[in-house]
């Protein structure tokens, strides 16, 4: 069963800097996350030229959906991106991995996040969102729903109610099962309300970590878990170093965390979701689908940055091969 994501469309970029002046004519502060507006944008463009830099695709779905396709899912992307080359590069990234990009051109820049990395080693980010907000339900054509048996929706997505009501409409009008990923606890505070509107009326597959359940339910995670699942089909929490634990009809499977001390805990969950979402796709159990999730959340925090290197993954699908039986 293929997959569908929509999501914010972001580059990610690892940036050297060869002092802090460059900090200084952005105007942001050493050490801060800060969003920041098309001119700052333009400073880093024009500053980043010459110096050393690492690029990949990035925002939560994105980083999802390619690690299905890397297992061998069939998934899809939505996202707006602009009129540059950094949206070329994404596009080409997406297609590289295996999966379909349906992405909406709008403005001269694309969204990007980018990590600025001062001579002593201490990082900035700096994210322009570019076009990746203006994404509208309008961009969600039916044609496109038609070929897709699952759709994934990030949560960052609350701040648009408009898409994410009429995202969440189409998908549930189109028969498609609607997975959506509570993505940060700040949003879930943020959006309560409409979260316990939409939650019971259109989510099949709920995904959080511990802290989004709590602040979701006003409860720990092993009691938030009941009360998640009287609202959706399949509620799953992980739960970092103690693994996840996934609820359907009452019942309760826990599955370990795999891996050793984390390196870099950058896109655990993408990656965990990405396994999920695989095996269920392909008929699995819970404790199948959610051992595969933490097989691949096992990997992802070995190394830096949120995608999984290229050379693990003929290993990684022979696990999950063994996994599936």
């Known amino acids: 069963m293929a997959i569908l994501g929509v999501g914010n469309a972001l580059v990610d970029i690892l940036l050297k800097l060869e002092s802090d002046q460059t900090l200084q004519e952005i105007g942001i502060t050493k050490g801060a996350m800060d969003m920041i507006n098309v001119q700052q944008m333009n ?6 030229q010459h110096l050393e830099r690492s690029q990949s695709p990035g925002g939560s779905v994105c980083n999802t959906i390619r690690a299905i396709s890397a297992l061998g899912g069939t998934s899809g992307f939505i996202g707006k991106i602009g009129h540059d080359s950094f949206g070329t590069f994404y596009e080409n990234q997406i297609r590289q991995a295996g999966a379909t990009p349906y992405l909406a051109r709008e403005g001269e820049i694309t969204g990007v996040s980018t990590v ?8 900035t980010m700096a994210t322009f969102l570019g ?20 759709i994934y929706v990030e949560g960052y997505l609350l701040v648009n109610e408009e ?14 099962k609607i997975v959506l990923d509570l993505a940060n606890f700040n949003i879930v505070n943020s959006f309560r309300d409409l979260l316990h509107d939409i939650i019971p009326n259109y989510v099949d597959i709920l995904l959080s970590n511990e802290p989004e359940a709590e602040a979701f339910t006003g409860l720990p995670a092993s009691e ?24 359907q009809k009452g019942e309760i499977v826990q599955v370990a965390a795999e891996g050793g001390k984390p390196v870099d805990t950058t896109g655990a969950g993408d990656n965990f979701a990405a396994g999920f979402l695989f095996g269920q796709s392909r008929q699995a159990t819970l404790e199948q689908s959610a051992r595969i999730g933490s097989l691949l959340a096992g990997y992802v925090i070995a190394g830096i940055g949120p995608q999984i290197s290229s050379v693990y993954w003929e290993q990684i699908k022979l696990k999950v091969k063994k996994i599936l039986g």
């Open 131 to 150: 076009p990746a907000p203006t994404l509208a339900s309008a961009d969600i054509l039916p044609e496109i729903l038609a070929r897709y048996e699952y």
């Open 163 to 176: 898409l994410i009501r009429g995202t969440l409409k189409k998908a549930k009008e189109a028969g498609l």
């Open 43 to 48: 400073i880093i463009q024009t500053q980043q």
């Open 224 to 247: 938030a878990i009941y009360t998640i699942m009287s609202m959706v089909d399949i509620s799953v929490i992980t739960l970092g170093k103690e693994g996840a634990m996934i609820g």
């Open 116 to 123: 600025l990395i001062s001579p002593d080693g201490e990082r």
